[in-house]
């Protein structure tokens, strides 16, 4: 395809490559470097292979709020092992993020904003996988009328430098959705590649889930059957692999989403 004039960068004419002001002690050496329309596209193309599903395009490490009245500790400290995480990647050591809080105070929004900023300061390749759609992805390839194999779709997620895994442990275990996952977390931490991984489930081993009801009341020994802890649904081997895989950061407090509506922070 020929391009429009108006499409050709003015820097390097399209080659790719500017060229750069020659040196005092060699006035003939012609010196070129990247132009930046190449980082431009490589950036672009990173961030549409991320796969930041649109409701969480606007997170950014910068948007994110901690010191608002009332607002938890843990979100300050959050937010710093985040911004650390990013800026002190190195691709040599597999190490991620094991993030785990309660519901809407702020997991996701962390962790896409980690990778939004890896990708557009540092050219790092990201995916981002909600759990329970990664499953279903994989478990479509499977389908004989679709296309895709189950290696196009974990291709990506074995690959890329750094992988979100976001609400792990949120559909019911079985012995394949078990296998699924330690294949997974096991290729990506045995290649050194950092995955970030988010949860809400308590993280305890199986059958130790806790709440602050008295535990010999009705409502406790209710709630313990039907609640689930991340040892339940990934099982106590995998939950003690992450623990080497991934530096835990904890989040408390209310949930972001019903801020205004009755703003305690906890
Ligand atoms: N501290 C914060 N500053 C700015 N925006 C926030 C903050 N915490 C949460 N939000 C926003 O609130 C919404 C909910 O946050 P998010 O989805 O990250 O929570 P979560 O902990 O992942 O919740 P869940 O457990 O339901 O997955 C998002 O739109 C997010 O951008
Ligand atoms: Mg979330
Ligand atoms: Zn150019």
Known sequence: MIKAPADICPLCEGTGWK???????????RRVTRCECQLRARTQSLLGAARIPRRYEHCELS???AGYPGANPSLALAHISAS????????RDGRGLL???EIGT??????????????LNQGVSCV????????????????ATVQTTELDVLRPV??????????????????WVGDTVSLILNSRYNHDRATIITTNLPNLPPGKYSNNLAPTSKEAAEQSVQE????DRIGEPMRSRLHEMCRIVTMKGADFRQRGKNATGR
Do not use: C, W
């Not at 060229?19 to 050496?29: N, R």
């Open 19 to 29: 060229t750069l002001p020659a040196l005092p002690d060699a006035p003939k050496d």
């Open 63 to 65: 948007s994110f709020s």
């Open 84 to 91: 650390r995480f990013a800026q002190e990647y190195d691709p």
């Open 99 to 101: 993030i785990v809080g």
């Open 106 to 119: 702020g997991k996701t929004h962390l962790a896409v904003g980690i990778i939004k900023d890896m990708i």
């Open 128 to 143: 981002f996988y909600d759990y329970r759609e990664l499953l279903k992805e994989i478990q479509n390839s499977y389908n």
């Open 158 to 175: 074995f690959e890329t430098d750094v992988l979100v895994l976001d609400e792990l442990g949120a559909v019911k275990p079985t012995e």
């Open 228 to 231: 689930k802890t991340l040892g």
